[in-house]
């Protein structure tokens, strides 16, 4: 009897050292595109020609349990017609 919990404990702890491994290496496989996507900073019509502007945004990568850092400030400078630049903390 006491072998057959010994080889159930070592099996239970192999598991739980496989498990974060195994998510480790899928980690790549799901990665959540989501820190990809666009923040939208306001109408562009907004953003004079040559001028910078100080705007803050909601940070939509922010987690539920986290309340830090949910609106961030980012300086908008608008070069041309339809070039902008962008600098954030």
Known sequence: MLLKAGIALKRLVGLALAVPVVRYLLAPVRKDSSYKSWVSLG??????????RLVSFKNPWTQPWTDRRTNVAA?????G?????????
């Open 43 to 52: 109408d562009a019509n907004s953003f004079p020609v040559g001028e910078t």
């Open 75 to 79: 300086y908008v400078r608008r070069e």
């Open 81 to 89: 017609a339809s070039q902008f630049h962008g600098i954030r903390n």
